[in-house]
Structure formats: structure tokens, C-alpha cells
């Protein structure tokens, strides 16, 4: 195709520029981000898709730029849903990297925050508070967990939606310095999106993030307790599967957050089985979880309930930030 032909066709550009997507997916470093994901983060084979299935897309964009054709951004806005402790602020951090090393934002950092960080409580304290986190999100991502409490209809005095119609603006007006990433349960962000259709539309990129299998949480078990020098013996490693099925069965899962509470139990109880037995301790001794470090968790010992009954324990009701960690235990 001639110079003539290409601008017929509407095509800009040099048509004999080439660009080496191999060499620029290289030195971007976008390999060494999407190596660490896969390290990082157990299973989560779709969700690893997504995020290359993007990275290409801003590598292909990145060229066609590179090349002289006539483009449009990409929209990168996300919605991230699925149960707590899948990876989701991994995966918005990861891809904050690729972000930056792309050229799509400034800086690639991550501000997580939640309606509390937003919503003011009182007439004229929502859009502050609301535009300093913009300010510190700004030439990064934006990742708002649980964002369908900025919605509630059910209250007429609630400073939600002065929040949302900020963001939306942003969203729009600052999208080549600001990726948002909603998050949240799946059935709650399908409801949210229902009541602001605007917000909806300006989210290019929906991302579902499955549960972990049992074996993929034993593994992510695993995995945490090699980073702080710690392992499983046999009958520990045995014990532990059987844990992940009853914990599972139990309110309030959250994959790896609840295999994580977990584990800092256990080694609550061998730190004190070593040292109620007073004997001298070698390495093996101390980096070693037991059977019975597992086992002495209330799943192995609480006997099914018969009658309605709370599902936290009394003390939990005056911490409740801890309620829904302490039945990991």
C-alpha cells in the first residue's frame, strides 16, 4: 500500500517503521513485572490473563505511537471483584508497575482506600476529603475496596454520592494521569454499577477473581511460612489441609487473608510450647510447626452449633475490627 493508499484507507504514519515488540516488552522491564506475578500469587490463571492481555494492549498501543498512528489512549479504568483475600491488591499494585514502566502514569505507587477515606460527615467535608486522597493518587492507581459503600440510597443525608459524581469527573477529565480500580464483592459492584450507570461506563476492564482451591491455599501456606523461616512438619502439613476445609465450611472466609490469621496463630502456640517446655532449643526446633500447633485451633474443637447462636464470640463484640480475624483461629 502506497502513501496515497494509506491516507485513503485513513492510515497516519510511516509505513516502513518497525518496531521490535520483543526488545520493548525487554526493556520495559513489563517481563520482570509479570515474573513477579506469577511468583507472588498462587493460581489466579485468569486473572494472570487479564493482566497480560493488558500489558499487551499498552505494548501494542505504546507502538503504534512509537510508529506515527493516529490513536486513542486506552481507557485503563478497572473493577476488580471477588472474596476478600484473592490478590486483588497485588494484582492493582503489579499493574500500577506496568502502568509506569509503559508511560501511562507518572509515578505507578498504589492509594488504597475505602469510603471512609471519602465520605465526610457533615455538609462540606466530603469533597475535601475526597480530592486530597485524588491529590495523593494522582499519576498512580487509585484502589477503592468495598467502593459500593459510597452508595447508600437507603439514607437521604449520606455524603456518598457527592464522593462518586468527584470521581466520576476525574475519571474523566484526568485519565491520562489517574487509573481507578473499583473493588469488591461481585453481586454488591453488579448492584452498585446498576444505581451509577456512569461509573459503569467509564470502567473498561472487569477482572474476576476466583477463590483459591485447597491445595492452592495449602501451597500459599507454604510459601508464607519459607519468607519468615518457618515449615510444616508431616503431620503439621496433614493437619493443616484438614484446617482449610472446616475453616472454609465457616462466615467470614477470606482465602489467604484467613490462611495468614492462621499461621500467625500457630506460631503463637509453638512460641509458647517451646517455651512452657523450658528445654534448650535448636533452629530445627524453632523454625518446626507441629501437629498439635494446628490441631489446637477451636475448628478441631468446636462442636457444631444446634441453635442460633452468635457466630463471634462475646469479647469479639467490643473489637470488632478483630471479629471476623479471630474465627480464623
Given at each position: 500500500?502506497?502513501a496515497?493508499?494509506?491516507?485513503a484507507a485513513g492510515?497516519?504514519?510511516?509505513?516502513?517503521a518497525?518496531?521490535?515488540?520483543?526488545?520493548?516488552?525487554r526493556?520495559?522491564g513489563?517481563?520482570?513485572?509479570?515474573?513477579?506475578?506469577d511468583r507472588?500469587?498462587?493460581?489466579?490463571?485468569?486473572?494472570?490473563?487479564?493482566?497480560?492481555e493488558i500489558?499487551?494492549l499498552l505494548?501494542v498501543?505504546?507502538a503504534?505511537r512509537k510508529?506515527?498512528?493516529?490513536?486513542?489512549p486506552?481507557?485503563?479504568?478497572?473493577?476488580f471483584?471477588g472474596?476478600?483475600?484473592?490478590g486483588k491488591?497485588t494484582?492493582?499494585?503489579?499493574?500500577?508497575?506496568?502502568l509506569?514502566?509503559?508511560?501511562?502514569?507518572?509515578?505507578?505507587h498504589v492509594?488504597?482506600v475505602?469510603r471512609?477515606?471519602?465520605?465526610?460527615?457533615?455538609?462540606?467535608?466530603?469533597?475535601?476529603?475526597?480530592?486530597?486522597?485524588?491529590?495523593r493518587a494522582m499519576?498512580?492507581v487509585l484502589?477503592i475496596?468495598e467502593?459500593y459503600?459510597l452508595y447508600r440510597?437507603e439514607?437521604?443525608?449520606?455524603?456518598?454520592?457527592e464522593?462518586?459524581?468527584?470521581?466520576l469527573?476525574?475519571?474523566e477529565?484526568?485519565?491520562d494521569d489517574?487509573?481507578v480500580v473499583?473493588?469488591?464483592?461481585a453481586?454488591?459492584?453488579e448492584?452498585?454499577f446498576?444505581?451509577?450507570p456512569?461509573?459503569?461506563?467509564?470502567?473498561a476492564?472487569?477482572?474476576?477473581f476466583?477463590d483459591?482451591t485447597?491445595?492452592?491455599l495449602a501451597?500459599?501456606?507454604?510459601?508464607?511460612l519459607?519468607?519468615?523461616?518457618?515449615r510444616f512438619d508431616?503431620?503439621?502439613?496433614?493437619?493443616?489441609d484438614?484446617?482449610i476445609?472446616?475453616?472454609r465450611?465457616k462466615?467470614?472466609?477470606a482465602n489467604?487473608?484467613?490462611?495468614?490469621?492462621?499461621?500467625d496463630?500457630?506460631r503463637?502456640?509453638q512460641?509458647?510450647?517451646?517455651?512452657?517446655?523450658g528445654?534448650t532449643?535448636d533452629a530445627?526446633m524453632?523454625t518446626?510447626?507441629?501437629?498439635?500447633?494446628v490441631?489446637?485451633?477451636?475448628?478441631?474443637?468446636?462442636?457444631?452449633?444446634t441453635?442460633?447462636?452468635?457466630a463471634?464470640a462475646p469479647?469479639?463484640e467490643f473489637d470488632?475490627?478483630?471479629?471476623a480475624?479471630r474465627?480464623?483461629?
Open positions: 500500500m502506497n496515497v493508499e494509506n491516507q492510515l497516519t504514519g510511516n509505513p516502513l518497525t518496531v521490535d515488540l520483543a526488545t520493548e516488552y526493556e520495559a513489563v517481563a520482570e513485572v509479570l515474573d513477579g506475578l507472588e500469587l498462587v493460581g489466579l490463571v485468569p486473572v494472570k490473563r487479564r493482566v497480560r500489558a499487551a505494548l498501543d505504546r503504534r510508529i506515527g498512528l493516529a490513536t486513542e486506552p481507557s485503563l479504568h478497572m473493577s471483584t472474596n476478600p483475600g484473592t491488591t494484582v492493582a499494585l503489579r499493574i500500577a508497575q506496568i509506569q514502566r509503559l508511560g501511562y502514569v507518572r509515578r505507578g492509594v488504597a475505602t471512609d477515606d471519602l465520605v465526610g460527615q457533615y455538609i462540606g467535608h466530603t469533597a475535601p476529603k475526597t480530592k486530597e486522597v485524588l491529590k499519576g498512580g484502589f475496596d467502593a459503600y440510597p439514607n437521604e443525608k449520606d455524603y456518598g454520592q464522593a462518586i459524581e468527584i470521581l469527573q476525574v475519571m477529565n484526568q485519565r489517574l487509573v473499583l473493588a469488591g464483592y453481586d454488591r459492584m448492584r452498585f446498576g444505581s451509577n456512569g461509573l459503569k461506563s467509564r470502567i476492564h472487569h477482572i474476576d476466583p483459591y485447597d491445595g492452592e501451597d500459599i501456606a507454604e510459601k508464607m519459607a519468607q519468615w523461616n518457618y508431616a503431620g503439621a502439613r496433614h493437619a493443616f484438614e484446617y476445609a472446616r475453616r465450611a462466615p467470614h472466609f489467604a487473608r484467613s490462611v495468614r490469621n492462621a499461621l496463630r500457630m503463637l502456640r512460641a509458647l510450647r517451646l517455651f512452657e517446655a528445654a532449643v530445627a524453632l518446626t510447626l507441629t501437629e498439635t500447633d490441631r489446637a485451633s477451636s475448628h478441631f474443637h468446636r462442636p457444631e452449633r441453635t442460633e447462636a452468635p463471634i469479647a469479639d470488632s475490627e478483630r471479629a480475624d474465627i480464623d483461629y
